[in-house]
């Protein structure tokens, strides 16, 4: 239950993440009031928020796509312009002529599993589409979330990009979607701390240029895409050539598509029919 608050207590947490450089002060003061049960656990929670925990790790959830994502402590957080993404794949899937099989969705570098949630919602929400969703991530951490919060909508597999799917995923794949990391390399430490102290830094880390595991999942990709399947990658307006160029070597049709108003980018790869 919900601690409930003196204005003058709630009017001191708020000065106390006002002075701790939260922008959304007393925004943040309700979440953490309505995810306290006591006090001592709403002090403790401002504590942990006004030292740099993202406000999602403090209080346990994120909102996405209308959803309430579970969020554990060192994970990697969801990003509202990620709804973009989640967007794009529904308008991608919404293409297939409804059918009695199952839509194949794979969700890569999958985090909390917001994203493939997120789409499998989208499409079952009309009832024409039946979503069958697989989802994978490298940290542990991301994966105990993710089965968390797609229980009895998805199956959730530890270990790296492709590798723990199931060999009977190959060809299948509908929609193959990804929030790899995109950040280069020497670019982590200029992220606001939240991200760069708080978040798993394989989660950030995108090599180099930014692109190294945009161009591990586009070679992949043909061999899990069903024929005429689509892979859709999130990526920056600075990357998108990159990522593009990626996916066009290995054999699919790249297009660009962005969201000025997030800002929000993402490369659609289509598989022939006849590959």
């Not at 953490?32 to 790790?57: F, H, N, W």
């Not at 000025?260 to 029919?273: F, L, N, Q, S, Y």
């Amino acid at each position: 239950m919900p601690v409930s608050l003196q204005a003058s207590e709630l009017a001191a947490v708020v000065a106390a993440l006002r002075e701790a450089g939260c922008v959304f002060a007393e925004e943040e003061a309700g979440l953490l009031a309505d995810a306290a049960g006591t006090l001592a656990e709403l002090g403790e929670m401002v504590r942990r928020r006004a030292s740099g925990l993202p406000i999602e790790q403090v209080v346990g959830w994120a909102e996405f796509c209308g959803l309430r994502i579970v969020v554990e402590p060192g994970v990697f957080v969801p990003r509202r312009r990620s709804e973009f993404l989640v967007r794009q794949g529904e308008a991608v899937g919404r293409r297939a002529a409804p059918s009695a099989e199952p839509l194949v969705l794979l969700d890569m570098c999958c985090g909390t599993g917001a994203i493939g949630l997120g789409l499998a919602v989208g499409l079952a929400r009309d009832g024409q589409y039946r979503p069958e969703l697989h989802a994978a991530d490298i940290e542990p951490a991301a994966v105990r979330c993710a089965r968390a919060n797609l229980a009895g909508v998805g199956l959730v597999y530890e270990g790296d990009l492709f590798e723990p799917l199931p060999p009977a995923l190959r060809g299948r794949a509908d929609i193959l979607i990804a929030n790899a990391p995109y950040v280069p390399t020497a670019e982590i430490a200029l992220m606001p701390p939240e991200a760069r102290l708080y978040e798993p830094g394989r989660a950030l880390d995108g090599g180099a240029d930014g692109v190294d595991l945009h161009r591990r999942i586009a070679a992949a990709a043909p061999s899990w895409l069903a024929p005429g399947g689509s892979l859709l990658i999130e990526t920056s307006e600075r990357q998108a050539r990159l990522t593009a160029e990626a996916v066009g070597a290995a054999g699919l049709r790249p297009q660009i598509v962005a969201d000025e108003d997030w800002p929000a980018v993402v490369v659609i790869g289509r598989r022939r029919t006849d590959q």
